[in-house]
């Protein structure tokens, strides 16, 4: 497979399901010489390199949320309910991980969201778990009207803490609040779970009723960015200060000088 068709298929695998007002390609067309795309109205031809920059473009940074907690808990319930607005009735257990995409406006920023719902059955941990290591952010549910899923908290948490970075966004969600009369956990212990064990958040929801939905992917999203400008600066200062202390020093230093000096040394001992 060439170059080309690969990097196409990366694209197509991370393709959003959602934003449709947003500018998209349709499945790639290639034409003979297999440079160009068509766009959706299969009018314009586009380089391949601008195709690629529609997919790219119009936001500012791209995070990566990881969603993990017990089955059951409704973790794919939230997911849909925040991208797509709808409540699945019936839904059934997530196979594996599943990935959906939105984007959400900070301040003037666009953000996108790229949110992973991942399996909760013993048997897909291994996969999941592969999932923690390039996370932005980690929100680990639970069921307010169940309390063995509020018990499994601290192995979800270990795992978290084995596999995800250590500067990984952790928020801690009771979900299911609409079950008012079935309620098992009450909200003072998951939030007093949140603190003692170091979450950066902690929220109730429920996907039914869209309580806190939007609210918990808001701070999500707002807590990265923030983050992210902050190393931005930082970034951006360190850079400025190197360079002030190249020019007070007489100018960048070259490396390539010193190299080229160690070789007609070497030369010269001959």
């Not at 959003?16 to 790639?28: A, D, H, N, V, Y």
């Not at 666009?110 to 949110?115: A, V």
């Not at 952790?170 to 909200?187: A, Q």
């Not at 960015?225 to 190197?242: F, L, P, S």
Request: aromatic share 10%.
């Amino acid at each position: 497979m060439s170059p080309l068709a690969l990097s196409n298929s990366y694209f197509l695998a991370f393709r959003p399901r959602e934003e449709k007002s947003q500018p998209r390609l349709s499945t790639p067309r290639f034409s003979s010489q297999r440079t160009l795309f068509l766009t959706e109205n299969n009018q314009k031809k586009l380089p391949f390199f601008q195709a690629r920059h529609h997919w790219m473009e119009d936001y500012k940074y791209l995070f990566k949320v990881v969603l993990v907690g017990n089955a059951g808990v409704g973790k794919t319930c939230l997911v849909r309910k925040f991208t797509q607005g709808i409540f699945p009735p019936g839904q059934s257990a997530t196979i594996g991980v599943d990935f959906m995409i939105k984007t959400v406006k900070v301040g003037n920023d666009k953000i996108k969201l790229q949110i992973w719902d991942t399996a909760g059955q013993e048997r897909f941990r291994s996969i999941t778990q592969s999932y923690y290591r390039s996370a932005h952010a980690i929100v680990l549910v639970y069921d307010v009207s169940c309390q063995p899923s509020f018990d499994c908290l601290p192995e979800w948490l270990g795992e978290i803490e084995s596999y995800a970075n250590r500067r990984v966004l952790k928020i801690l969600v009771g979900n299911k609040v609409d079950k008012g009369d079935e309620r098992e956990v009450p909200e003072r212990i998951g939030r007093d779970f949140s603190d003692v064990n170091h979450f950066d958040y902690f929220l109730e929801t429920s996907a039914l009723d869209a309580t806190n939905v939007d609210q918990l992917f808001e701070q999500v999203a707002t807590r990265l960015t923030n983050d992210m400008k902050i190393t931005d600066e930082r970034v951006h200062q360190y850079r400025a200060d190197a360079t002030n202390s190249s020019s007070n020093q007489g100018g960048p230093i070259k490396l390539i000088d010193r190299a080229q000096t160690q070789l007609n040394s070497c030369c010269s001992r001959q």
